[in-house]
């Protein structure tokens, strides 16, 4: 069974510092990965994804992504960090069963910019 | 605009009056699922939808129910609602069953089950 972990579900980090934000997966068979980011009072909406390829995904607001199969890492980073970063972030796995999609989440990490 | 929408955006109710929380995408999609998102869990499948009148269960079905008549409409009810009911409830839809598939999800829906 596919199972996501995130590692840390706070996070704080000065304005114009590094965001990383941890993910490590398991999967029976290669994975699709996702990051997607959920702003206050709003629902979820995808910030980048891997399914074959490049390991290294860009996304959206200057966020990236590196898939690292010997780690089973997808973890998010961004070079300066913006207070409109503020946000929760979850990292999602994604495995073909049985014809459908089964996507299982992390729990989440909640970003804090401090200005 | 493409999207998602649920309504309604908030409701308190008590428990074991019916509910229904309806969901509509206008993207022709035909995969549609609900989650609920509780502090510490993330978010939790608990029905998915694959076209109409195929529905089946998540990982955490048990109190609700779904229908799929309409290809953009996925309602879920909750029959007898509980207080371990009381969640953030989304519902996603994606053009492809399939592993490809990015997730679009609506506003969220917070019920409180008094």
């Known amino acids: 069974a596919q199972s996501v972990t995130q590692l840390g579900s706070h996070v704080s980090v000065s304005e114009g510092a590094l965001v990383l934000l941890r993910c490590n997966y398991s999967s029976s068979v290669p994975p699709y990965l996702f990051w997607y980011v959920q702003y206050p009072n709003q629902g979820l909406q995808l910030l980048l994804k891997?399914?074959?390829?490049?390991?290294l995904v860009k996304g959206i607001n200057g966020f990236e992504a590196e898939f690292k199969k010997s780690e089973t890492s997808f973890h998010l980073t961004k070079p300066s960090a913006h207070m409109s970063d503020a946000a929760e972030y979850f990292c999602a796995v994604s495995e073909n069963s049985g014809g459908y999609q089964k996507v299982t989440f992390g729990t989440g990490t909640k970003l804090q910019v401090i200005p | 605009e493409a999207q998602v929408t649920q309504n309604p955006r908030y409701l308190i109710t008590v428990t074991g009056k019916k509910l229904t929380v309806t969901c509509s995408q206008n993207m022709n999609h035909e995969y549609m699922s609900w989650y609920r998102q509780d502090p510490g869990l993330g978010l939790r499948q608990i029905y998915y939808?694959?076209?109409?009148?195929?529905?089946d269960k998540g990982d955490v079905p048990e109190g609700y129910k779904v229908s799929r008549k309409e290809k953009r409409n996925f309602p879920l009810i909750l029959e007898s609602p509980s207080p371990n009911q009381t969640s953030l409830y989304f519902c996603?839809?994606?053009?492809?069953?399939?592993?490809?598939?990015?997730?679009?999800f609506g506003p969220g829906t917070r019920l409180l089950v008094l």
């Open positions: 996603a839809s994606s053009p492809s069953p399939g592993q490809r598939g990015t997730q679009y």
């Open positions: 939808s694959m076209n109409v009148e195929v529905t």
């Open positions: 891997y399914t074959t390829g490049a390991t």
